[in-house]
């Protein structure tokens, strides 16, 4: 069965640092990978996705993310975080010619002054 | 404005009592999907729809029916809701799923007593 993981329930960094948030997804070919943000109270915003070439996907607000086929992983990046990238984080993967989506269980970010 | 709308926005109502959610999207999209969020869950699928008259089901169908008799319109009906359906819901739109973006409405959240 297809499953998302995000191992990270909680993540808090300082603001100017980096940040990484892990995703591992479990399927058997390589499905789409998507990124998306959802602010308090907010729906769910797409970051960035990636369907094939460039492993290095750059997305909206400054935000990357890494696909790399050997460890099953789609991680997001962003070198200097702001206090307006405190938010809850979600990776997704499409499958079934994408009409079906699994979302991992999400990521909340908080930003340190 | 280009967004999908859903209504309401808040709901409280009590087991058994019949009730549907509406969702509108003014995009002319030909796929919509339904999802339910849970705290540590992330969103699960729970309905989609390729087109007019086309609908399968996601990971959690159960307790849920859907209908897309027009492409801008997909209502989540819960013909007898249970206290296990008390969840934050959504409904996402995209253009045909080969690299489409999925637009997610405000959300609705329902309490079911």
Not at chain 1, 36 to 42: F, N
Not at chain 1, 58 to 71: C, L, N, P, T
Not at chain 2, 33 to 58: A, C, F
Not at chain 2, 80 to 87: D, M
Request: proline share 5%.
């Amino acid at each position: 069965a297809q499953s998302v993981t995000q191992p990270d329930i909680h993540i808090t960094v300082s603001e100017g640092a980096s940040l990484e948030l892990r995703c591992n997804y479990s399927y058997g070919a390589t499905p789409y990978l998507f990124w998306y943000v959802q602010s308090p109270g907010q729906g769910l915003q797409l970051l960035l996705k990636y369907f094939s070439g460039d492993t290095l996907v750059q997305g909206i607000k400054g935000f990357e993310a890494e696909f790399k086929r050997s460890q099953s992983s789609f991680n997001l990046r962003k070198p200097s975080v702001h206090w307006s990238d405190a938010a809850e984080y979600f990776c997704a993967v499409g499958v079934k010619n994408f009409n079906k989506f699994y979302f991992g269980s999400g990521t909340k970010l908080n930003v340190k002054p | 404005e280009a967004q999908v709308t859903q209504n309401p926005r808040y709901l409280i109502t009590v087991t058994g009592k019949k009730l549907t959610v509406t969702c509108s999207q003014n995009m002319n999209h030909e796929y919509m999907s339904w999802y339910r969020q849970d705290p540590g869950l992330g969103l699960r699928q729970i309905y989609y729809s390729m087109n007019v008259e086309v609908t399968d089901k996601g990971d959690v169908p159960e307790g849920y029916k859907v209908s897309r008799k027009e492409k801008r319109n997909f209502p989540l009906i819960l013909e007898s809701p249970s206290p296990n359906q008390t969840s934050l819901y959504f409904c996402a739109s995209s253009f045909q799923l080969a690299g489409a973006t999925q637009y997610f409405g405000p959300g609705t959240r329902l309490t079911v007593l």
